[in-house]
T-cell receptor, first 111, second 115 residues
């Protein structure tokens, strides 16, 4: 059974701080890793993808991947109230068409 | 504009009725998916299709049916056999950016309520 673990939160951070969202996964064959943002009542929106160990930066977002530890994280710098949402981690095994979704971490950025 | 459309946005069903949720994409993606999301829960896979005229059951296929007659379309029927159909239904498709780099994108969703 492939599992993806995320702390459900809520994670509460002040505006301007760094928010750190973490995800562990059980499938060692996972090759692709995705972070989605989901606002309440809306569908998930892909915000980051990472395929190799290390860091990948895109604007205020940085994804970090450590395949040996089966750990992927998302850092949000200079957090804004508009970042308040649920963040879903979704690894996908090599050759698979099906990502496995975690339950998501709720992030609240307060002014 | 390329994207995934779902209709209707809201749907109300009486118990015992079948309903069909529409999903269309103009991204030329081969793979399409249906997920169900309940409040406070993650996404659960209902059905997926990797090519036209072929589809596979996901983790919670009972009470649902799909068809894939065209690449662009992947409708989901919620049958009366589905005991608890009230949920948020999400359609997704996956395209290849580069070898091994496939990304999945979601439609806006249909919120189904059984009265």
């Amino acid at each position: 059974q492939k599992e993806v673990e995320q702390n459900s939160g809520p994670l509460s951070v002040p505006e301007g701080a760094i928010a750190s969202l973490n995800c562990t996964y059980s499938d060692r064959g996972s090759q692709s890793f995705f972070w989605y943002r989901q606002y309440s009542g809306k569908s998930p929106e892909l915000i980051m993808s990472i395929y190799s160990n290390g860091d990948k930066e895109d604007g205020r977002f940085t994804a970090q991947l450590n395949k040996a530890s089966q750990y992927v994280s998302l850092l949000i710098r200079d957090s804004q109230p508009s970042d308040s949402a649920t963040y879903l981690c979704a690894p996908r095994g090599g050759g698979s068409y099906i990502p496995t979704f975690g339950r998501g971490t709720s992030l609240i950025v307060h002014p | 504009d390329g994207g995934i459309t779902q209709s209707p946005k809201y749907l109300f069903r009486k118990e015992g009725q079948n309903v069909t949720l529409s999903c269309e994409q103009n991204l030329n993606h081969d793979a399409m998916y249906w997920y169900r999301q309940d409040p406070g829960q993650g996404l659960r896979l209902i059905y997926y299709s990797q090519i036209v005229n072929d589809f596979q059951k996901g983790d919670i296929a009972e009470g649902y049916s799909v068809s894939r007659e065209k690449k662009e379309s992947f409708p989901l029927t919620v049958t009366s056999a589905q005991k608890n159909p009230t949920a948020f239904y999400l359609c997704a498709s996956m395209g290849m950016l580069a070898a091994g780099h496939n990304e999945q994108f979601f439609g806006p969703g249909t919120r189904l309520t059984v009265l």
